[in-house]
Each structure stands twice: as structure tokens, then as C-alpha cells.
């Protein structure tokens, strides 16, 4: 059963950094990808960053290249997401997702499995 933990939510000033873990397990191949997906209030669910466990290649929401970087640690079976620069508009309910099959453009993909979501609040 693949299971999806994720942490290092919180309350950070815009232009602060926080980072994003996603602890994972269950998984029985290594083709699959591990991405962030966010909702803030009001507003759609939108993906944010994802990476392929096979090769490491990756995607970003336009909004946040250059500012997040995904990451992963096979040892330690923990994907992360460092956000940078943050603003009030990355305020949100940040959740990790996983699926089947290489990273790709979040928008296009049907997400298998989700873990709980983890706060994170930029105030301005």
C-alpha cells in the first residue's frame, strides 16, 4: 500500500523559505512520479512541482520556477519542495501526490495517491 506523509508546513514572512517533506512507502516498482499539489482558499486545486523517481527529471508550475525546487532523497524514500522567495499567493494547503509513471505536466495526470495536506501561510 503505497502511504504519503507530509510535513514542514507553517507560518513564514513573504520573501522567507520553508521546506516541504514528503516521506513515502509502498511503492513496488520504481516507475512512478511524487509531486505538490496546492489549494488555497476559494480557489482550485492547482499542481505545483513533481519528480520522476526513475530518472529525477522534473516539472514546475510556471509561478514557481525559479523560486521552489523539488528534490528527492532515495535513501531516506523523503521527496522535498524548498520554496523560496515566498508570497501571499503561494498561501495554501500544499498536498504530496503520487501516480504511475514519469513526471509530467501536473495538469495532464490523474493523481492515485494523496497524502495529507500541510499548511503553509505567507503573510505579506
Known amino acids: 500500500e503505497v502511504q504519503l506523509q507530509a510535513s514542514g508546513g507553517g507560518l513564514v514572512q513573504a520573501g522567507g523559505s520553508l521546506r516541504l517533506s514528503c516521506a513515502t512507502s509502498?511503492?513496488?516498482?520504481?516507475?512512478?512520479?511524487i509531486g505538490w499539489f496546492r489549494q488555497a482558499p476559494g480557489k482550485e486545486r492547482e499542481g505545483v512541482s513533481c519528480?520522476?523517481?526513475?530518472?529525477?527529471?522534473?516539472w514546475y508550475k510556471d509561478s514557481v520556477k525559479g523560486r521552489f525546487t523539488i528534490s528527492s532523497d532515495n535513501a531516506k524514500n523523503t521527496v522535498y519542495l524548498q520554496m523560496n522567495s515566498l508570497k501571499s499567493e503561494d498561501t495554501a494547503v500544499y498536498y504530496c501526490v503520487a501516480a504511475w509513471g514519469p513526471c509530467d505536466d501536473m495538469d495532464y495526470v490523474v493523481y492515485d495517491y494523496w497524502g495529507q495536506g500541510t499548511q503553509v501561510t505567507v503573510s505579506s
Open positions: 519528480i520522476s523517481s526513475s530518472d529525477g527529471s522534473t
Open positions: 509502498g511503492f513496488t516498482s520504481d516507475d512512478y512520479e
